[in-house]
């Protein structure tokens, strides 16, 4: 019988560990050395543990890899990369080739449309956007050129969820591959690979580290086919994630089940009392109900994570940073999955392509596992500076 989720996250890859040790060692190398030369050749060709240069990985990146893998619940390896947009490009690069098309979500996270918008135009490969919204409609939009559909749900900065199910269901009848960027929900709450996916990714830099301290990224994919390419490319691409990184990625995976629920608690309860305000349009938090998404959350998800956003109903980006820039509890800053609150104003970062751009602030929230009273307290004190320079 499989193992329960949360036993995976306590064991998986700590045989890895030597000598009694807990926890994997860090190592650090590039040069690896052999007694035979039967032995450099047996190592060189095992493409899932061969230890024989460092680019190729360690122990402790094949421990990370081969957690992850088994909580996404597909192919036994995963592919580590040196951060989650790294993630994306090796992915986009291992099936893509000139004159191919990409269907891109058009709510996907900013750095990943630049990719596609810079490096994949130059080489000849088209990105079309789509909605985040067009479900089993997705198949309207397959040309002979199609190649891959690509989903992040929810999207970045606006919160829309995707009907994975519909999509995959859609594309795998047209052989066209699917991947999806599941950073925001983690395998502990979604597991892409069971609705059909190919190839799913995380930015791990977020909550698989969880405490703000490495960036790193990595792949998993539902079996070997796809494996053994997305790791050529890594390695043609000289992708070589730190030891270090790695070890923190596993460490952060040891207590993602206990963070996640105090994510999920807090940012439950902050997204509740911020629908009940005065300046507040529109809540983003797809485990809220009466919110945008919460259907497709409810039907598939087995939890959320603690990044949301909101619309206001002020346009004075003046007002917003008022509000911002008193905060006591909350950081200013880009990133989100670390145990300490964050917010940021987004507005003039969305950039969308066939969907609508707010016409009003929007912020995003990292709620983090400081006390939610306390950040509650926090953004009310916010809010009454937002009124006053409004
Ligand atoms: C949804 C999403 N995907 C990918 C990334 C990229 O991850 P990294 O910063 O590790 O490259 C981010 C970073 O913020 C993200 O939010």
Redesign the pocket.
């Known amino acids: 019988m499989a193992k329960h989720i949360k036993t995976r996250l306590t064991e998986a890859g700590r045989q890895y560990a030597e000598h009694g040790i807990v926890n994997p060692a860090i190592y650090n190398a590039s040069t690896v050395t052999f007694e035979t030369v039967a032995a450099l050749e047996a190592a060189t060709q095992n493409p899932l543990d061969g230890v024989y240069y460092g680019r190729y990985g360690t122990p402790t990146v094949f421990a990370f890899e081969e957690a992850v893998a088994s909580l996404e619940g597909g192919f036994s390896r995963a592919v580590a990369t040196s951060?989650?947009?790294?993630a994306?490009a090796v992915t986009l690069l291992t099936y893509l080739k000139q004159g191919d098309e990409l269907l891109m979500v058009d709510t996907v996270?900013g750095?990943t449309r630049g990719f596609c918008d810079t490096v994949l135009a130059n080489m000849g490969i088209t990105t079309r956007y789509y909605d985040p919204d067009v479900g089993e409609g997705v198949s309207a939009l397959f040309s002979p050129q199609t190649r891959l559909v690509f989903m992040?749900s929810p999207g970045?900065l606006t919160f829309e969820m995707q009907d994975v199910k519909a999509i995959t269901a859609a594309a795998k009848a047209h052989n066209i591959i699917t991947v999806i960027?599941n950073?925001?929900a983690t395998p502990l709450f979604y597991r892409p690979i069971e609705h059909g996916v190919d190839v799913v990714i995380h930015?791990a830099?977020?909550y698989l580290v969880g405490h703000a301290d490495a960036?790193l990224?990595v792949i998993c994919c539902s079996d070997e086919s796809h494996f053994l390419p997305l790791k050529k490319t890594a390695i043609r691409l000289g992708n070589c994630p730190g030891s270090e990184a790695c070890y923190l990625g596993l460490r952060g995976l040891r207590t993602l089940s206990a963070r996640l629920q105090q994510h999920q608690q807090h940012a439950l309860e902050v997204a509740s009392w911020l629908q009940q305000q005065e300046a507040v349009a529109e809540v983003w938090y797809p485990a809220l109900a009466g919110t945008r998404g919460h259907e497709i959350w409810s039907r598939d998800y087995e939890g959320a994570t603690g990044l949301l956003g909101a619309r206001l109903h002020t346009n004075s980006k003046a007002a917003l940073a008022a509000m911002l820039d008193g905060l006591e509890h909350f950081g200013l800053g880009y990133?989100w999955g670390g145990y300490e609150s964050l917010a940021l104003p987004t507005l003039g970062g969305i950039q969308r392509s066939v969907t609508g751009v707010p016409a009003t602030q929007t912020l995003r929230l990292h709620i983090g596992l400081e006390s939610p009273q306390d950040l509650i307290e926090d953004l009310a004190a916010g809010f009454e500076r937002l009124a006053l320079s409004a």
Do not use: V
């Open positions: 951060s989650g947009l790294a994306i996270y750095p992040e970045s960027d950073t925001w930015a830099t977020k960036m990224g990133s």
